[in-house]
């Protein structure tokens, strides 16, 4: 969970706590208890989110790792081949085969 959301969870968490245990005040301040509903219904929705990101964070860097160890394969095996020709041919001929190499 990011730390800004998790910050204002607290935050809202204990305002709602806090309002809870001293009722009459809270209402004599003006807050409804649809109010407080409402804001303990955004935490949830906010905790979902957070948990949903994560999850989606998590599979994207499995997802990232993959296609590193992909083009890490690709560069090695594109190597393989360039050196390959490389070594038969003349520079002369590397540019037939796709290599634009000079030296």
Same mark, same amino acid.
Request: hydrophobic share 30%.
């Given at each position: 969970?990011?730390? =800004?959301? &998790?910050?204002?969870? $607290?935050?809202? #968490?204990?305002?709602?706590?806090?309002? *809870?245990?001293?009722?009459? !005040?809270?209402?004599?301040?003006?807050?409804?208890?649809?109010?407080?509903?409402?804001?303990?219904?955004?935490?949830?929705?906010?905790?979902?989110?957070?948990?949903? =990101?994560? &999850?989606?964070?998590? $599979?994207?860097? #499995?997802?990232?790792?993959?296609?590193? *160890?992909?083009?890490?394969? !690709?560069?090695?095996?594109?190597?393989?081949?360039?050196?390959?020709?490389?070594?038969?041919?003349?520079?002369?001929?590397?540019?037939?085969?796709?290599?634009?190499?000079?030296?």
């Amino acid at each position: 969970m990011y730390q =800004i959301f &998790k910050d204002q969870l $607290e935050k809202s #968490k204990l305002i709602i706590s806090g309002v *809870k245990r001293n009722q009459r !005040l809270g209402r004599d301040a003006g807050v409804e208890e649809s109010v407080l509903q409402k804001l303990e219904e955004d935490c949830k929705r906010l905790e979902t989110l957070s948990a949903e =990101i994560d &999850k989606l964070r998590d $599979e994207m860097q #499995k997802k990232s790792d993959e296609a590193h *160890k992909a083009l890490n394969t !690709l560069k090695s095996r594109t190597l393989t081949v360039k050196k390959a020709v490389k070594s038969r041919y003349d520079q002369t001929w590397w540019i037939k085969f796709g290599i634009p190499d000079k030296r």
